[in-house]
């Protein structure tokens, strides 16, 4: 891995915070992400599953986390199967962990090799009366292809049809969504990266330029800082571009008197960044664009200072609905008879801001975490409102990513990535 290790005691934190909740005689099992071809013999890039790496910090394909807190033989109450390697497997694809390297990885002293499953999770099975399968039940999944989860899933049913069954997801969005102190130090590693490709653009962005060549920039500067790269598809979107809120072309050219969004990040050690800066492309804010410019920045200051224990997201949107909708009206894109008439499902202001303000960060871009329920300290959210006016080919997005404290404001792990227009122009003009 690129990343330098990680203490193996938050994997141990982050099992012990799992098995608290689980149901007495219950087994709960987690599997890597399958790896994905592309055609031939070729196979895209593994990233691994996020929940089995926050359980384990197992980092392999083909690797199985079982967990079974009453497991009468007290060395299988916790189990990390790992893909078995040999001479072979090391030249032609690099060392996989041996079974001391895995211990040392996850904390975990029970290490078997993956053929060895079947025969121990059988054995297991006596002995427990419920399973939990490990479903996708994020709010934005979008599942498209059967995953090996889904595979497992099918063969317990099949297998064990006698068993109780349970889902996991409610575990891990509960855990997950507060983050351990050293997520945080790897979540501040990851924007510091981020940091440092936005500075090396701003001396790079100038008229002619092309949106990939900005993208490439970025990937330039996160290589050479141990990231695998963007935690997510990068947006880099000049004029009309900065509109389409998903557009990840960025094919096009940045003209002269164009805004230019760029919504990156880097990942550092499978824990996602996640920032937005909106840049003139000549170096130079118009007056119009520095009063919109000025009007994001306000909001997500605003919406920032509200980011506290006991914030409920919905009521939070809410709030900040209020706020773009009075500096909408400072800048004369509604009006007051806008605001009368709107449809409370779909007021004014998203005509010009229409989607979230905010979403929980970590392992995941949108990562896992309570909604619902009151917002605690140790959780992690993005700020990112924004402005869009297509008529003027224009869109202002600006975005940090920040850390619920227990008292006062949150904590902004960018509070070190340029962001006031003064020093946005005197660094892309220095």
Same mark, same amino acid.
């Given at each position: 891995?690129?990343?330098?290790?990680?203490?193996?005691?938050?994997?141990?934190k982050?099992?012990?915070?799992?098995?608290?909740? %689980?149901?007495?005689?219950?087994?709960? =099992?987690?599997?890597?992400?399958?790896?994905?071809?592309?055609?031939?013999?070729?196979?895209?890039?593994?990233?691994?599953?996020?929940?089995?790496?926050?359980?384990?910090?197992a980092?392999?394909? @083909?690797?199985?986390?079982?967990?079974?807190?009453?497991? *009468?033989?007290?060395?299988?109450?916790?189990?990390?199967?790992? &893909?078995?390697?040999?001479?072979?497997?090391?030249?032609w694809?690099?060392?996989?962990?041996?079974k001391?390297?895995?211990?040392?990885?996850?904390?975990?002293?029970?290490?078997?090799?993956?053929?060895?499953f079947?025969?121990? /999770?059988?054995d297991?099975?006596?002995?427990?009366?419920?399973?939990y399968?490990?479903?996708?039940?994020?709010?934005?999944?979008?599942?498209? $292809?059967?995953?090996?989860?889904?595979? /497992?899933?099918? %063969?317990?049913?099949?297998?064990?049809?006698?068993?109780?069954?349970?889902?996991?997801?409610?575990?891990?969005?509960?855990? &997950? #969504?507060?983050? @351990?102190?050293?997520?945080?130090?790897?979540?501040?590693?990851?924007?510091?990266?981020?940091?440092?490709?936005?500075?090396?653009? *701003?001396?790079?962005?100038?008229?002619?330029?092309?949106?990939?060549?900005?993208?490439?920039?970025?990937?330039?500067? /996160?290589?050479?800082?141990r990231?695998?790269?963007?935690?997510?598809?990068p947006?880099?979107?000049? #004029?009309?571009?900065?509109? =389409?809120?998903?557009?990840?072309?960025?094919?096009q050219?940045?003209?002269? #008197?164009?805004?230019?969004?760029?919504?990156?990040?880097?990942?550092?050690?499978?824990?996602?960044?996640?920032m937005?800066?909106?840049?003139?492309?000549?170096?130079?804010?118009?007056?119009?664009?520095?009063?919109?410019? +000025?009007?994001v920045?306000? =909001?997500?200051?605003?919406a920032?200072?509200?980011?506290?224990?006991g914030?409920?997201?919905a009521?939070?949107?809410?709030?900040?609905?209020?706020?773009?909708?009075?500096?909408?009206?400072?800048?004369? *894109?509604?009006d007051?008879?806008?605001?009368?008439?709107?449809?409370?499902?779909?007021?004014?202001?998203?005509k010009?801001?229409?989607?979230?303000?905010?979403?929980?960060?970590?392992?995941?871009?949108?990562?896992?975490?309570?909604?619902?329920?009151p917002?605690?300290?140790?959780?992690?959210?993005?700020?990112?409102?924004?402005?869009?006016?297509?008529? @003027? +080919?224009?869109?202002?997005?600006?975005e940090?990513?920040?850390?619920?404290?227990?008292?006062?404001?949150?904590?902004? *792990? $960018?509070?070190?990535?340029?962001?006031?227009?003064?020093?946005?122009?005197?660094?892309?003009?220095?």
């Amino acid at each position: 891995m690129k990343y330098h290790p990680i203490n193996n005691q938050l994997f141990i934190k982050n099992r012990a915070k799992f098995t608290a909740q %689980m149901k007495s005689k219950s087994i709960a =099992v987690f599997n890597s992400n399958d790896v994905f071809t592309t055609g031939a013999d070729t196979a895209l890039p593994f990233h691994q599953h996020r929940d089995i790496f926050y359980l384990s910090g197992a980092d392999q394909e @083909e690797s199985i986390l079982v967990l079974f807190p009453d497991a *009468l033989n007290p060395k299988h109450r916790e189990i990390l199967f790992v &893909r078995e390697t040999n001479e072979h497997i090391a030249i032609w694809e690099g060392a996989k962990l041996t079974k001391e390297q895995a211990t040392a990885t996850s904390g975990i002293e029970t290490i078997y090799w993956l053929s060895d499953f079947d025969k121990i /999770f059988f054995d297991l099975m006596t002995e427990a009366e419920t399973v939990y399968f490990n479903t996708n039940e994020h709010y934005r999944q979008a599942v498209v $292809m059967e995953t090996r989860e889904d595979r /497992f899933i099918k %063969m317990v049913k099949d297998k064990f049809p006698a068993h109780n069954w349970a889902k996991s997801y409610p575990i891990m969005q509960s855990i &997950r #969504g507060v983050k @351990e102190q050293e997520e945080i130090d790897l979540l501040q590693t990851a924007c510091d990266i981020t940091e440092k490709g936005f500075r090396r653009i *701003l001396s790079f962005v100038k008229p002619g330029v092309m949106e990939y060549e900005i993208e490439a920039e970025y990937m330039h500067e /996160f290589l050479r800082n141990r990231s695998k790269g963007f935690a997510y598809t990068p947006i880099v979107g000049s #004029g009309y571009n900065a509109c =389409v809120l998903h557009y990840i072309e960025n094919n096009q050219v940045c003209n002269d #008197g164009d805004m230019l969004l760029m919504d990156v990040g880097a990942e550092y050690a499978n824990y996602s960044s996640d920032m937005t800066r909106t840049i003139p492309v000549n170096g130079r804010f118009t007056d119009r664009q520095r009063a919109i410019y +000025n009007a994001v920045n306000r =909001v997500k200051d605003e919406a920032t200072k509200m980011l506290v224990p006991g914030t409920i997201w919905a009521d939070y949107h809410v709030e900040v609905g209020k706020i773009m909708t009075s500096e909408l009206l400072g800048l004369g *894109l509604i009006d007051k008879a806008d605001v009368q008439n709107e449809d409370p499902n779909w007021p004014a202001y998203k005509k010009y801001f229409m989607h979230g303000t905010s979403h929980h960060m970590g392992l995941d871009t949108h990562d896992y975490g309570a909604l619902k329920t009151p917002m605690t300290a140790g959780m992690v959210f993005t700020v990112e409102p924004g402005i869009y006016i297509p008529k @003027e +080919n224009m869109g202002i997005r600006l975005e940090d990513d920040v850390v619920i404290q227990e008292n006062g404001e949150p904590f902004n *792990l $960018m509070r070190n990535i340029p962001i006031l227009p003064e020093e946005i122009e005197d660094l892309m003009n220095s």
